[in-house]
């Protein structure tokens, strides 16, 4: 494990056309090429082998501890200009707030979801049972535009 990588030997090993696929992770270089959630060389869509993915892993959902199901095969070398280092404000922020770190996604994509199909099944029930109170109960937490409405019920 004493083989080292710099940006561009890491670049090398994305995962396509039979290559490998190397990620970095805080200066370990760690092959996901037999992970069925790397196929081609990309994650999730967003996330590319090839590259030093320290910055994206600590935004995840996850911790980086998933990545020690896969072997390391190196370490990264890099000059710190090249690691692309945050500006000192940014960093604050960040360590102070380490809830800016985390991914968006489960908020701005899990909650329209789940509102989605409460106000259905909500509305279904109300159907079902005769309960108007659950209609009605509706109407009243609605905002203003909504709610200067008569109620149908």
Not at 15 to 43: M, N, Q
Not at 84 to 99: D, E, I, K, N
Not at 129 to 141: D, K, M, N, Y
């Amino acid at each position: 494990m004493d083989e080292r990588f710099d940006l561009k030997r890491l670049s090398m090993n994305d995962g396509k056309e039979e290559r490998p696929a190397y990620i970095a992770h805080g200066g370990r270089v760690i092959d996901v090429s037999k992970s069925r959630l790397w196929p081609k060389g990309t994650h999730m869509g967003r996330h590319h082998a090839g590259m030093d993915l320290t910055s994206d892993i600590e935004a995840a959902p996850h911790g980086p501890e998933v990545l020690e199901r896969y072997p390391q095969v190196g370490t990264l070398v890099t000059e710190a200009a090249a690691q692309g280092s945050l500006p000192a404000l940014v960093s604050t922020l960040l360590a102070r707030y380490p809830f800016f770190r985390r991914h968006p996604h489960p908020a701005s994509v899990h909650f329209p979801i789940v509102f989605t199909f409460s106000a259905s099944f909500f509305s279904v029930l109300s159907m079902v049972t005769g309960a108007r109170s659950l209609i009605r109960r509706l109407f009243a937490v609605l905002p203003a535009p909504f709610s200067s409405r008569p109620s149908p019920y």
